[in-house]
T-cell receptor, first 110, second 115 residues
């Protein structure tokens, strides 16, 4: 089946640890995106990549890092520098104006 | 600063009612407006609007864009409990160096449909 997968679904980490969230797509999309969603908030763009080996910062990139070594994969690392990492993280890939979202990862940092 | 504002933030109706969700925007270099439905986790795409006055329809859902007044509405007729969700409005614009598909989202409208 074509789609976007994110893993894990739930993730718990201690403060001060880096954590990497996985995002894989088999839709053959060039563009991929990472969003963060907090309660009562809309989606906010963290990073995006229009093509392999290239990515740009979104609105809230501080404390995050990404890589795009393969077209299918766009992992997001939440570093210890991110002050409020607990959130719901959504990965998306797109063709043109449409974006298709993965199921999300809920990260809790204590 | 580019922004997208949705209203109301939450809405409770009964099955069979008709609802109208609002989305207004202030962005530079507008390209399109999109509506998403978010139930449990990931948003699902509903409509993309690029031209004023042309209604998009899908079953009981319809949407229209007014580029002069900078807003869009999403209508749902004969609501059902399965329509309960958060409806997100997003605007695609050219702020990010001309790249495609970078969206600014509103906070969403939480719709609850009671039986």
């Amino acid at each position: 089946d074509g789609g976007i997968t994110q893993s894990p679904k739930y993730l718990f980490r201690k403060e001060g640890q880096n954590v990497t969230l996985s995002c894989e797509q088999n839709l053959n999309h060039d563009a991929m995106y990472w969003y963060r969603q907090d309660p009562g908030q809309g989606l906010r763009l963290i990073y995006y990549s229009q093509i392999v080996n290239d990515f740009q910062k979104g609105d809230i990139a501080e404390g995050y890092s990404v890589s795009r070594e393969k077209k299918e994969s766009f992992p997001l690392t939440v570093t210890s520098a991110q002050k409020n990492p607990t959130a719901f993280y959504l990965c998306a890939s797109g063709r043109g104006y449409e974006q298709y979202f993965g199921p999300g990862t809920r990260l809790t940092v204590t | 600063e580019d922004k997208v504002v949705q209203s109301p933030l939450s809405l409770v109706v009964h099955e069979g009612d008709t609802v109208t969700l609002n989305c207004s925007y202030e962005v530079t270099n507008f390209r399109s407006l999109l509506w998403y439905k978010q139930e449990k986790k990931a948003p699902t795409f509903l409509f993309m609007l690029t031209s004023s006055g042309i209604e998009k329809k899908s079953g009981r859902l319809s949407s229209i864009l007014d580029k002069k007044e900078l807003f869009s509405i999403l209508n749902i007729t004969a609501t059902q409990t399965g329509d309960s969700a958060v409806y997100l409005c997003a605007v695609d614009c050219l702020e990010y160096g001309g790249s495609q598909g970078n969206l600014i989202f509103g906070k969403g409208t939480k719709l609850s449909v009671k039986p």
